[in-house]
């Protein structure tokens, strides 16, 4: 039996708090993303390294293709 070579796989991300906010939201970037975790189940935001983690392990796991990861605490579940 062959396996195949090439795999497919994502990480969806939902929010995620990275510097690229700083400059968008400013001061008010805690504020507006404890708000936005709040209406999370997990009630938290993704980190960079927790989207990071997901990526890592999918292509660390070579019998994993076709699936999708999302980090998003929960949000696609609301």
């Not at 700083?22 to 980190?47: C, Q, T, Y």
């Not at 999302?70 to 579940?77: I, K, M, Q």
């Amino acid at each position: 039996m062959e396996f195949p070579t090439i795999r497919f796989n994502a990480v969806a991300p939902g929010n995620t708090d990275t510097p690229m906010w700083d400059g968008i939201m400013g001061e008010n970037k805690i504020g507006i993303l404890a708000n936005v975790a709040e209406r999370l189940p997990f009630k938290k935001i993704a980190s960079a390294d927790e989207v990071a983690s997901a990526a890592v392990f999918l292509m660390s796991n070579a019998s994993i293709t076709g699936e999708v990861i999302h980090v998003d605490g929960g949000s696609r579940l609301i």
